[in-house]
């Protein structure tokens, strides 16, 4: 009779080991929210890159569509912008993480033109956004966020809710410009 190889006397041990390492834990609210998070940071991150940089102070107003009224809205560089100062302003309140001192309103850092300056902005409020998922527990969060009247809660839904809302003007702004988003590519629109 063959012996058989080793590796097959392996086999029994490892099926028993797998499936206890990759089991993972249970979800809380905290890894919730921060799911929500990656998943809306993906896409507006993804946007914000397909838009060239060339394009990145595009505005529809420059499009002239008759009937339409987008005079004074803002560029596709302030809508990212503007996700990142929201962002940092929703959160910090979770984090008690000072909102940063360039960051004077809604739109963002006037001072911040190239895209590469603008996405690193945008990255740095997501990693805010995580850090306040992290804070989130079933026993704080009713309680109120900072000095603000708002429940802790209320801020992580509120912040998840309004990137989405931008995203889908960031949305709007690529196809303006012929570009596909990426989340829509490969798939039928």
């Given at each position: 009779?063959?012996?058989?190889?080793?590796?097959?006397?392996?086999?029994?041990?490892?099926?028993?080991?797998?499936?206890?390492?990759?089991?993972?834990?249970?979800?809380?609210?905290?890894?919730?929210?921060?799911?929500?998070?990656?998943?809306?940071?993906?896409?507006?991150?993804?946007?914000?890159?397909?838009?060239?940089?060339?394009?990145?102070?595009?505005?529809?107003?420059?499009?002239d569509i008759p009937g339409g009224d987008y005079?004074?809205?803002?560029?596709?560089?302030?809508?990212?912008?503007?996700?990142?100062?929201?962002?940092?302003?929703?959160?910090?309140?979770?984090?008690?993480?000072?909102?940063?001192?360039?960051?004077?309103?809604?739109?963002?850092?006037?001072?911040?033109?190239?895209?590469?300056?603008?996405?690193?902005?945008?990255?740095?409020?997501?990693?805010?956004?995580?850090?306040?998922?992290?804070?989130?527990?079933?026993?704080?969060?009713?309680?109120?966020?900072?000095?603000?009247?708002?429940?802790?809660?209320?801020?992580?839904?509120?912040?998840?809710?309004?990137?989405?809302?931008?995203?889908?003007?960031?949305?709007?702004?690529?196809?303006?410009?012929?570009?596909?988003?990426?989340?829509?590519?490969?798939?039928?629109?």
């Amino acid at each position: 009779m063959k012996k058989l190889p080793r590796i097959f006397l392996l086999v029994p041990v490892v099926s028993l080991i797998v499936p206890a390492v990759t089991q993972s834990a249970p979800p809380t609210l905290a890894s919730n929210f921060d799911s929500e998070i990656t998943a809306v940071e993906k896409l507006i991150t993804d946007a914000a890159e397909a838009m060239p940089e060339e394009k990145f102070n595009f505005t529809p107003e420059s499009l002239d569509i008759p009937g339409g009224d987008y005079k004074g809205v803002r560029s596709f560089a302030v809508q990212v912008k503007h996700i990142a100062a929201s962002n940092y302003l929703i959160w910090s309140a979770l984090t008690a993480d000072p909102v940063p001192a360039s960051i004077k309103d809604g739109n963002g850092p006037a001072d911040l033109k190239t895209k590469a300056d603008i996405l690193k902005l945008l990255r740095d409020s997501f990693a805010l956004g995580h850090k306040a998922a992290a804070a989130l527990t079933p026993e704080n969060m009713m309680q109120p966020a900072g000095t603000s009247k708002s429940t802790r809660l209320h801020r992580a839904e509120f912040g998840v809710a309004h990137a989405y809302d931008h995203y889908g003007q960031m949305v709007e702004y690529l196809r303006m410009n012929g570009i596909v988003p990426p989340a829509s590519r490969g798939k039928s629109d």
